[in-house]
């Protein structure tokens, strides 16, 4: 049973052009929703937790915000710079409290 | 340390040897974590210690898989009789305290021949 779910699986960006990362979780009592970047040959590196429906948080051109459902990580006017993968994952107390359920991510390639 | 270190960064095994794979936390982190991500793949949780205390193990695949922290700061995860399925990247992270802000360190890539 998948409880996290990231699509598209991969996508190309030309420099400048905006879009949104889905991921959407099936889990029930949402302790908090992460975002990690993954460049290749690196651990991930932490980029926000979100905790309740309605929550944004911004940083440079990335802008995470959730619904009961699924959060999206909005790339505003990407730089070539923010090719890498995102990964989400969640924290529930059906998975866990201690313990991040992650998606198999989002390989994004910004073009210049 | 300015951030989780894990060594080796590679490894190569033959099938049936032992491993241990090394992490050494950001001072001062209480909890830590081991993750194992298969290529391609999202990383899938092992263990999780709070200092010296290993409070969850129900992501370790088998019983040759063992983990400690036994001073509450550097931890080793350690495969016993290594199967082929065992080669992935093993990843170990710490944070202050919990899920908060975790930090996580470059990995060691096992592969078992």
């Known amino acids: 049973e998948d409880q996290v779910t990231q699509s598209p699986e991969a996508l190309r960006l030309q420099e400048g052009e905006s879009s949104s990362l889905n991921c959407s979780y099936t889990v029930s009592g949402l302790r908090g929703l992460f975002w990690y970047r993954q460049d290749p040959g690196k651990g991930p590196e932490f980029l926000f937790t979100?905790?309740?429906a309605g929550e944004e948080k911004e940083k440079e051109r990335l802008k995470a915000t959730l619904t009961k459902k699924e959060s999206f990580l909005h790339i505003t006017a990407p730089k070539p710079e923010d090719s890498a993968t995102y990964l989400c994952?969640?924290?529930?107390?059906?998975?866990?409290?201690?313990?991040?359920?992650f998606g198999t991510g989002t390989r994004l390639l910004v073009s210049p | 340390g300015a951030g989780v270190s894990q060594s080796p960064r590679y490894k190569v095994a033959k099938r049936g040897q032992d491993v241990a794979l090394r992490c050494d936390p950001i001072?001062?982190?209480?909890?830590l974590f081991w993750y194992q991500q298969a290529l391609g793949q999202g990383p899938e949780f092992l263990t999780y210690f709070q200092n010296e205390a290993q409070l969850d193990k129900s992501g370790l695949p088998s019983d040759r898989f063992f983990a400690e922290r036994p001073e509450g700061s550097v931890s080793t995860l350690k495969i016993q009789r290594t199967q082929q399925e065992d080669s992935a990247v093993y990843l170990c992270?710490?944070?202050?305290?919990?899920?908060?802000?975790?930090?996580f360190g470059q990995g060691t890539r096992l592969t078992v021949v």
């Open positions: 992270a710490s944070s202050l305290g919990g899920l908060t802000e975790a930090f």
């Open positions: 994952a969640v924290q529930a107390p059906d998975t866990g409290f201690q313990k991040l359920v």
């Open positions: 979100l905790y309740s």
């Open positions: 001072s001062g982190h209480v909890s």
